[in-house]
T-cell receptor, first 115, second 111 residues
Framework: SAVISQKPSRDICQRGTSLTIQCQVD?????MFWYRQQPGQSLTLIAT?????????ESGFVIDKFPISRPNLTFSTLTVSNMSPEDSSIYLC????????????FGDGTRLSIL | SQQGEEDPQALSIQEGENATMNCSYK?????LQWYRQNSGRGLVHLIL?????REKHSGRLRVTLDTSKKSSSLLITASRAADTASYFC???????????FGQGTRLTINP
């Protein structure tokens, strides 16, 4: 399976600032996704990162708050903008082959704390 | 919420015992997947069961799927301390490749 590197692994940020999280895959993949996991909760899909076009956002998530880039088939970034303490979460990227009945594989996540 | 439900939310058993976790979901699916998460780190894929399958095995793991009841179960046999983790089911929705996760079960194996 693909090896997924996420940076940073953790960060502590001041409210009102923005942070960009990187997701690098060691092979070309069709699908890349970004999830949020709030403390003690399950994972919620933020958006599907589309190569060469705007990301597809899920209900409750907007581009102004979570801009996403995907310049090629191995790399994506998620920016968490104008952060507040409610944004303290683990952010995870995952990749999929796009094939039928294939699992997604996850990076180790970015643990973000907002003061 | 589209998220499925898992029960129990937490489970604590002795090493060597079997652990069973249940998952229910709401919509038609392509497949159902189980993942493990250790201490808030990334998720590790355990097993995928297709919508036309009823049971699947992988090592000490046994997964069942009942699409008529929209439910699945994960059985871990002969548990080990290293099995201590959170376990999540996730469904791949028909017509889409995105996953919808259950609430998760926190499993603790006591030595």
């Amino acid at each position: 399976s693909a090896v997924i590197s996420q940076k940073p692994s953790r960060d502590i940020c001041q409210r009102g600032t923005s942070l960009t999280i990187q997701c690098q895959v060691d092979s070309q993949v069709t699908m890349m996704f970004w999830y949020r996991q709030q403390p003690g909760q399950s994972l919620t899909l933020i958006a599907t990162a589309n190569q060469g076009s705007e990301a597809t956002y899920e209900s409750g998530f907007v581009i102004d708050k979570f801009p996403i880039s995907r310049p090629n088939l191995t790399f994506s970034t998620l920016t968490v903008s104008n952060m507040s303490p409610e944004d303290s979460s683990i952010y995870l990227c995952s990749v999929g082959t796009g094939g039928v009945d294939q699992p997604q594989h996850f990076g180790d996540g970015t643990r973000l704390s907002i003061l | 919420s589209q998220q499925g439900e898992e029960d129990p939310q937490a489970l604590s058993i002795q090493e060597g015992e079997n652990a069973t976790m249940n998952c229910s979901y709401k919509t038609s699916i392509n497949n159902l997947q189980w993942y493990r998460q250790n201490s808030g780190r990334g998720l590790v894929h355990l097993i995928l069961i297709r919508s036309n399958e009823r049971e699947k095995h992988s090592g000490r793991l046994r997964v069942t799927l009942d699409t008529s009841k929209k439910s699945s179960s994960l059985l871990i046999t002969a548990s080990r301390a290293a099995d201590t983790a959170s376990y999540f089911c996730a469904t791949e929705q028909q017509g889409a490749q995105k996953l919808v996760f259950g609430q998760g079960t926190r499993l603790t194996i006591n030595p």
